[in-house]
């Protein structure tokens, strides 16, 4: 373990080095949420894998951002192709990630273990991911969400073979999943979707020995009435080339609106080898996220398999969905955190007017605020993650549901835009290095581009907070989850902190009853920023509970500061924005805060 408080002047960069060390926040909340004997398990794998992405992950992604996937959609004589061609290093990235076992260990148990861990686990080796190429975090995490999706909805067993894949250990053996969700048409509106689905066997040639649908169903395992051909298009398909795609369409005569989809499993080859018939028209190009090819699928008697049961498509999507938008989240942390390392590593060596600017009362400041933004946004993506892990363990476990269903999209939403924040400010600090491709930071901004977009806009997400209150019971959970935070603060120097939270989870309450008594338009006006609110009160109580926990367990009240800058900045109301008053935490507690400088509880006591 890194020796505390942090040198961060002993680094040239935020490369080469192990991002588990150079961030203790991220153990300290790994410990916090993952059951203990997961965690006591998972310690030194985090560890190790901390740092092979920042010795040979990160060097490896700059290469891949310079040198993008290549499509082939057809060979030289016009024959249909669907190749996408990736630099090597992508490969190597992509088997030091799967074969890490993140994907794997929450689905079957590692040799070391009777049990497989839970998803928090891959949750949190994503974020440490995330510091280096959040496109790469794209497709790992969509194949441990179609792992989940066959592993929830596939009952009868059908297709084991491709969840088998999906969560192999040996890359050779690794199938990737996708989601193919979105429609030129529709966008965010999946109603709208219009790609149909013919059952093969009422297809018009489904017996003519020519037909992709008939071979499927001569020399494949999966029963005949699985079997159908889909056309359509879908127009932003990330991980274009999957084998474990899922699709949304339509069969005949099904209802409007999501109430009538169906799932298909939709691969990118058959059981037989043959290539599936769709189109790859074209990679889109694309601001960031280099490493993940992104483009528009065809379909024209595309073989698909149906999933579940018909018409529930969208209920079965929503496992990963759901899934997708936690990982957006913490993504969206790993982004903040790398953004925030190379931001203390250069203001630790760059000097200015004769010292280290990391040195001056506004660096100090700005500092502090990009450290605390970051463990907010660790905190309440890890919170939503607890949850939905929690849920996946236990589908009758009502209060999981209600409290993932409110959290997720309230982590997507803010953290989302909270790494646009930090990769812009970290560009700032770097100077004008930080706005060349010579230097992390520019890419850091641009892959931070897609994560308000990716699985739903911040007003989807806000509107779907809004359905979660209509019909769950996530607003008594969320508010007895503040409560039961604000129960564990006893230390007195926490004392006013937590009396400002709970006056704050009051107003929550009356906010949440105002958007559900003042009518539907004004409910959706004030949708984003009921959001917002339920996130600064929320993150408010956990970090206030985690001061308490680092005091009780090592003395060190360093956690306290952290979460009094927020509380202030976010639910404070002072005069003239605090300048008044006098007080500069930044200055006083800046080794703490930014370079883990373990802090006496007595220096806070007054």
């Known amino acids: 373990m890194t020796q505390l408080p942090i040198d961060y002047g002993a680094f040239e960069e935020g490369q080469g080095v192990n991002y588990w060390t150079l961030e203790p ?65 992508q490969f190597e990235n992509e088997r030091l990630s799967y074969e890490s076992g993140l994907v794997a260990d929450a689905f079957d148990a590692p040799a070391d273990r009777e049990e497989p861990v839970g998803l928090l686990h891959t949750l949190t080796m994503q974020t440490l991911l995330s510091y280096v190429d959040v496109g790469l975090v794209c497709p790992v995490s969509m194949t441990a969400g179609a792992a989940l999706v066959l592993r929830n909805h596939d009952e ?50 489904a017996t003519a020995a020519g037909t992709e649908a008939a071979r499927a169903v001569q020399d494949g395992d999966v029963p005949a009435e699985r079997v159908h051909e889909l056309t359509g298009e879908k127009w932003f398909c990330s991980n274009i080339d999957g084998q474990g795609t899922l699709a949304l369409a339509r069969r005949p005569d099904a209802p409007a609106g999501t109430d009538g989809l169906s799932l298909f499993l939709v691969p990118h080859e058959l059981e037989n080898g043959d290539l599936n018939p769709q189109v790859y028209r074209r990679l889109k190009d694309k601001l960031g996220t280099e490493s993940v090819a992104t483009g528009e699928v065809e ?38 955190g790398r953004a925030l390392l190379e931001s203390k590593i250069h203001a630790a060596n760059r000097e200015a007017f004769g010292q280290p600017i990391d040195q001056f009362p506004l660096m100090k400041r700005d500092l502090v605020d990009m450290q605390v933004a970051f463990e907010a946004a660790l905190s309440f993506a890890m919170e939503a993650g607890r949850y939905l892990d929690r849920y996946e363990r236990d589908h009758d476990d009502e209060t999981a549901f209600a409290l993932l269903r409110a959290l997720v999209p309230v982590a997507k939403h803010r953290t989302g835009r909270m790494s646009i924040d930090a990769t812009s400010y ?122 308490q926990r680092r005091i009780d367990d090592a003395e060190d009240a360093r956690e306290a500061v952290v979460a009094e800058w927020f509380v202030r900045e976010t639910l404070g109301a002072e005069p003239a924005r605090g300048i008044l008053d006098g007080e500069a935490l930044p200055l006083e507690h800046f080794d703490a805060v930014v370079r883990y400088d373990p802090l006496d509880p007595a220096a806070i006591a007054a």
């Open 426 to 547: 970290a560009m700032e600090i770097q100077g004008g290095n930080g706005y060349v491709s010579d230097f992390v930071t520019h890419r850091l901004y641009r892959d931070a581009q897609v994560l308000p977009i990716w699985e739903g806009t911040s007003n989807i997400l806000s509107l779907d907070l809004l359905r979660a209150f209509a019909t769950t019971d996530a607003a008594p959970a969320v508010l007895s989850l503040v409560e039961d935070y604000l129960e564990t603060v006893a230390h007195p120097a926490l004392a006013d902190l937590a009396a400002t939270v709970r006056e704050h989870r009051g107003t929550l309450a009356d906010a949440i009853e105002a958007v559900a008594t003042e009518g539907e338009e004004y409910a959706q006006h004030e949708a984003k920023a009921l959001a917002d609110l339920l996130f600064d009160v929320v993150t408010a109580s956990i970090l206030l509970a985690k001061a």
């Open 299 to 336: 379909f024209e008697d595309t073989v698909g398999y149906l999933v579940g049961e018909p018409e529930r498509g969208f209920k079965y999507m929503t496992t990963m969905l759901n899934w997708e938008r936690v990982t957006n989240a913490t993504g969206a942390v790993g982004v903040i």
């Open 25 to 89: 926040a991220l153990a300290r909340e790994a410990r916090r949420v993952y059951p203990e004997e997961e965690y006591d398990w998972a310690e030194q794998r985090l560890h190790d894998f901390g740092a092979t992405v920042g010795e040979t992950v990160a060097p490896n992604s700059d290469v891949i951002d310079a040198h993008g996937p290549e499509l082939s959609t057809y060979d030289r004589h016009g024959d249909l192709l669907n190749a996408v061609e990736y630099h090597p290093a």
């Open 156 to 205: 009868a067993g059908y297709y084991d073979d491709y969840l088998r894949g999906l969560t192999a250990r040996d890359y050779d053996e690794v199938i990737q999943g996708a989601m193919f969700l979105t429609e030129e048409q529709g966008g965010s509106d999946v109603g709208a979707n219009e790609t149909v689905a013919e059952p093969a066997s009422a297809a018009p040639d």
